[in-house]
T-cell receptor
Framework: GQNIDQPTEMTATEGAIVQINCTYQ??????LFWYQQHAGEAPTFLSY??LDGLEEKGRFSSFLSRSKGYSYLLLKELQMKDSASYLC??????????WGAGTKLIIKP | IAGITQAPTSQILAAGRRMTLRCTQD?????MYWYRQDLGLGLRLIHY???????GKGEVPDGYSVSRANTDDFPLTLASAVPSQTSVYFC??????????????FGPGTRLTVL
């Protein structure tokens, strides 16, 4: 079956760095997406990886290892506004997104 | 309008009633999607449409139907609502479904409670 695993909840301190891991198993692979979702709001796109390696975009970076079925989202210089759920989604061979349940990130002052 | 709009924002519905959730996008995207989001579960695809005039079933299509008469609108209908359909429903769109780099953009969601 197809499956995405990510931690349910993480806590970090304002100004620090946090890494949110995601492992995936899909039938075929057409890329890995990360979305941010604030409570009561819609998911918004953060990053896309299809090749191995690190993609950096400001304070956020995303890493992919296709051989290991593994990705992480790295958030630097954490701000209170980064408190949100982070959704990992892998695109299978039919171009369907398989979503993880999300990681709720709590930022403490 | 900018992006995707959904209506209503929230609704309480009696079991057995018929309900249509509306979704409109103004980005001229070809592909549109309906998801439901339940606590502790990932987003689950209900139905999708690659382009106007075509629709397809997602992971959890039972009890739901969709139509795509034009590019902009993609309504989701619950023919006879049941309590297990209580959820938050998100509509999304993307330029093309069959392209790996394609990003999906989400509407604000409809919170539906079936009693």
């Amino acid at each position: 079956g197809q499956n995405i695993d990510q931690p349910t909840e993480m806590t970090a301190t304002e100004g620090a760095i946090v890494q949110i891991n995601c492992t995936y198993q899909t039938s075929g692979f057409n890329g890995l997406f990360w979305y941010q979702q604030h409570a009561g709001e819609a998911p918004t796109f953060l990053s896309y990886n299809v090749l191995d390696g690190l993609e950096e975009k400001g304070r956020f970076s995303s890493f992919l290892s296709r051989s290991k079925g593994y990705s992480y989202l790295l958030l630097k210089e954490l701000q209170m506004k980064d408190s949100a759920s982070y959704l990992c989604a892998a695109m299978d061979s039919n171009y369907q997104l398989i979503w993880g349940a999300g990681t709720k990130l709590i930022i403490k002052p | 309008i900018a992006g995707i709009t959904q209506a209503p924002t929230s609704q309480i519905l009696a079991a057995g009633r018929r309900m249509t959730l509306r979704c409109t996008q103004d980005m001229r995207h070809n592909a549109m999607y309906w998801y439901r989001q339940d606590l502790g579960l990932g987003l689950r695809l209900i139905h999708y449409s690659n382009t106007a005039g075509t629709t397809g079933k997602g992971e959890v299509p039972d009890g739901y139907s969709v139509s795509r008469a034009n590019t902009d609108d993609f309504p989701l209908t619950l023919a006879s609502a049941v309590p297990s359909q209580t959820s938050v429903y998100f509509c999304a769109s993307s330029d093309s479904r069959e392209k790996g780099t394609d990003t999906q953009y989400f509407g604000p969601g409809t919170r539906l409670t079936v009693l």
